[in-house]
């Protein structure tokens, strides 16, 4: 490092004295010339002071030692790193290898040489093709219809094949059934936006609807009107349509058969099942924990029954108007086969006996999957016929059917899973002691109390509404009659969805009566609300406990609401269009639990020409104000 310092000095010593010459001699000169030029001639010779030199030796005095100090500087800031490379390096020989490269060529000789002479190519055009020996079938007589022959060993690979083709066919009629239901409700809805005035919800002038969807009448149907409809307890958007004999007599091939639809109203343009009978049905209702079972009572006395389960493999497609329609058959049908347990008069009327809790809890493990597959079905069925007799079947689901019918039940089709068993019969007789007055009765239609399905009540020709029990003995009052000693008959019967113990009756004079079960005399009468005409139907509303609708013989609806008018209906509703002939509701989950959550309760009218209009009933009739329920019942204890 010291070197490297005395070697710049002497650079720097010997650049600045070179500079200082140059600069004297130049100075010099240019001085001599120009007093040469400048000075007058004389005689005499003067010396003089050159300051030009003094000065510019100092700008480079001062210039090298801030070069010099710059330098200092650096060279305590610069540090320089010692780096070393290895330039060659040789392992050490070891013994063996210096010994074999001094001496272990010695004694051997070259033998032979490889040049890959011998590995000759040649192009061929094809490769070899593999040959399997198959055999083959027409028709197949199974889902394969062709396998291997050739040897034993190719047994594996056909039983590998036979896996990998192998089909489901319950799961794959499973999903064909509920993937085809997606698709014809999306064409639906694709059809509805095309043509909205054909099919779909339009608006109504109706005053208690808000829209209203017009069920299209299959052909094969026409000529037929709508006796009698039922929607579904836990999936309100199924209902079940009882149609009459045809109006004009035919001779179209099922004319004297009898039919039921299964509507969906998201499927407005055709209905979803097509239930065919020997017998003209008079009423029908669906099974309490799903829409998979359709009852019917039927005019010969029979009560069948069919399993909307069964895949169409089990039924029969038939033509009917340049249409192809699947016809379903009962399941299960007492007629001719129960001839001594069966109804002997037409029966007017089926209803399952379920509690409104057990509704509840079936529409909450529903939730909406449609006809699913379900085992251990079972409970109990309640029919009654016009001559007074109420029969209780118990509905059971056979675990291992047989696709060749039974030989000891005639009344099971082949491959069919329910059947009915009679477990009792409660008969009717007239509470009136005089002999000269008693007659037998005729029931109109009978109700099971919600609180408690062991009470039932039937309405009667006579004017009462009876009432009786299942089981246990007597229950008081035995009749409820009216506030008149005429006998008027009563039509229909209708109790209160809210757990309220009182029920309504419709009359063949027009007049309402509401009761309450403890009491034989009705809490109050409406005898002019419908001008005398008769009372068809009567049904309380699904969503408010304080209205309740009316169908009179003259088509018109009346609309009762407790809570704002007691003395007549709110309002009232004429169709011109044709007769009404009956009327439904379905229920409404928000007030009553019952039914599939997030649907707007329902009406449907049918009409004797055989359409239906589905109303979707307005929100002033079905939206509860706050405390409702409690004004309705500080309203019946004030009449009570």
């Known amino acids: 490092m010291d070197e490297i310092l005395h070697a710049m000095n002497e650079e720097n010593e010997r650049l600045l004295s070179d500079s200082r010459q140059s600069n004297m001699s130049d100075s010099t000169e240019q001085s001599e010339s120009s007093r040469e030029r400048s000075r007058p001639v004389t005689g005499h010779n003067r010396n003089f002071i050159n300051f030009v030199s003094a000065k510019q030796r100092q700008i480079s005095n001062k210039a090298a030692s801030k070069a ?12 320089l790193d010692v780096a070393s490379f290895n330039l060659f390096e040789m392992p050490p020989v070891k013994e063996y290898e210096l010994y074999m490269r001094n001496f272990g060529s010695s004694n051997t000789k070259q033998a032979y040489v490889q040049t890959n002479e011998d590995n000759v190519d040649r192009d061929i055009q094809t490769e070899e093709i593999e040959v399997v020996e198959k055999w083959c079938q027409h028709p197949a007589e199974d889902f394969k219809g062709s396998g291997r022959g050739d040897c034993d060993n190719s047994t594996d690979d056909e039983m590998a094949t036979k896996k990998l083709t192998e089909l489901d066919s319950i799961r794959l009629s499973n999903f064909v059934q509920q993937s085809g239901q997606v698709m014809a409700i999306l064409l639906e809805e694709e059809q509805a936006d095309r043509n909205q005035n054909v099919i779909g919800t339009s608006k109504t002038n109706v005053m208690f609807s808000e829209s209203v969807v017009q069920l299209v009448q299959p052909a094969f149907l026409a000529g037929r009107c709508v006796s009698h409809c039922q929607f579904s307890a836990t999936q309100n958007n199924m209902f079940l349509a009882v149609y009459s004999t045809p109006l004009q007599p035919s001779k179209e091939k099922f004319a004297n058969k009898g039919f039921v639809c299964v509507w969906n109203t998201n499927e407005p343009s055709l209905p979803k099942h097509v239930l065919v009978c020997e017998s003209q049905p008079n009423s029908c209702c669906f099974s309490p924990n799903n829409a998979s079972l359709a009852f019917a009572g039927m005019s010969d006395g029979s009560v069948v029954v069919w399993d909307l389960r069964e895949p169409p493999s089990m039924h029969h497609t038939h033509t009917l108007h340049d249409k192809e329609w699947l016809l379903r058959y009962p399941t299960y049908d007492t007629a001719g086969v129960l001839s001594h347990d069966n109804h002997h008069s037409p029966v007017t009327t089926v209803i399952p006996i379920v509690s409104s809790s057990d509704s509840a809890k079936a529409s909450m493990s529903s939730g909406g999957k449609g006809s699913e597959v379900s085992t251990g079905l079972s409970f109990q069925l309640a029919s009654i016929e016009e001559n007074a007799v109420i029969h209780l079947w118990v509905v ?33 007789e007239s509470h009136i002691k005089d002999a000269r007055l008693k007659t037998d009765l005729r029931a109109h239609e009978l109700q099971l109390s919600p609180t408690d399905p062991n009470h039932f009540y039937v309405g009667t020709d006579s004017g009462f509404v009876y009432h009786g029990a299942r089981y246990g003995g007597r229950a008081p009052p035995k009749a409820y009659r009216g506030d008149v000693d005429a006998p008027v008959p009563v039509l229909c019967v209708d109790f209160s969805p809210f757990n309220q ?32 005409n008769a009372v068809i139907c009567v049904r309380w509303s699904r969503s408010r406990p304080g209205v309740f609708y009316v169908l009179d013989s003259i088509s018109r609806v009346h609309v009762w609401d407790l809570m704002k008018e007691d003395a007549i209906p709110v309002h009232s509703q004429s169709y011109d269009t044709g007769r009404c002939t009956c009327l439904g509701l379905s229920n409404d989950h928000s007030a009553t639990g019952l039914g599939l959550p997030g649907r707007h309760p329902q009406m449907v009218l049918a009409f004797e020409s055989g359409g239906m209009d589905v109303h979707t009933l307005s929100q002033q009739l079905t939206v509860q104000q706050p405390g409702e329920l409690e004004t309705f019942m500080d309203y019946l204890e004030r009449i009570l």
């Open 68 to 79: 010099k100090r710059r330098g200092q500087e650096l060279l305590q800031m610069i540090e």
């Open 396 to 428: 059971a689901e056979i675990s291992t059917p047989d696709l060749a019918g039974s030989q000891s039940d005639l009344g099971l089709s082949p491959g069919g899973k329910i059947k009915l068993l009679k477990s009792s019969s409660v008969v009717l």
């Open 501 to 532: 113990p009182c029920f309504l009756a419709g009359c063949a004079d027009g007049s309402i009566r509401l009761h309450n079960t403890e009491s034989e005399i009705p809490l109050v009468t409406w005898h002019n609300s419908t001008n005398g």
